[in-house]
């Protein structure tokens, strides 16, 4: 089991900037990547940013150049750092685990945290 929990959502202004934290708990040994993703009212669960075990990450093309995906393994917390914000990145954003267990692999949600871009 891994326990997700964010933290570092808000109301900013466009153009602004917010830092998202998920502190990871739990058999985090076993998490092979993590990720970021975000839901807009009355759309679908949409991915924003991974990083793999290895260090590679991967960003939606809406995000590419604005926001950073880190990982800090020590502190077993994930981050995304989001500048330039747009009206269009409020949502609430989701942190996701990928645990292997044997043969199987499980996928954990945090309980998202709410940005809102806004002037």
């Known amino acids: 089991q891994v326990r997700l929990v964010e933290s570092g959502g808000g109301l900013v202004q466009p153009g602004g900037s917010l830092s998202l934290s998920c502190a990871a708990s739990?058999?985090?040994?076993?998490?092979?990547?993590m990720g970021w993703y975000r839901q807009a009212p009355g759309k679908q669960r949409e991915l924003v940013a991974t990083?793999?075990?290895?260090?590679?990450?991967n960003y939606a093309d809406s995000v590419k150049g604005r926001f950073t995906i880190s990982r800090d393994y020590a502190k077993s917390t994930l981050h995304l750092q989001m500048n330039s914000l747009k009206p269009e990145d409020t949502a609430v954003y989701y942190c996701?685990?990928?645990?292997?267990?044997?043969?199987?692999?499980?996928?954990?949600w945090g309980q998202g945290t709410l940005v809102t871009v806004s002037s």
């Open positions: 996701n685990a990928h645990q292997v267990a044997g043969t199987q692999l499980f996928s954990y």
């Open positions: 739990g058999s985090i040994f076993s998490v092979v990547d």
């Open positions: 990083i793999g075990s290895g260090g590679s990450t």
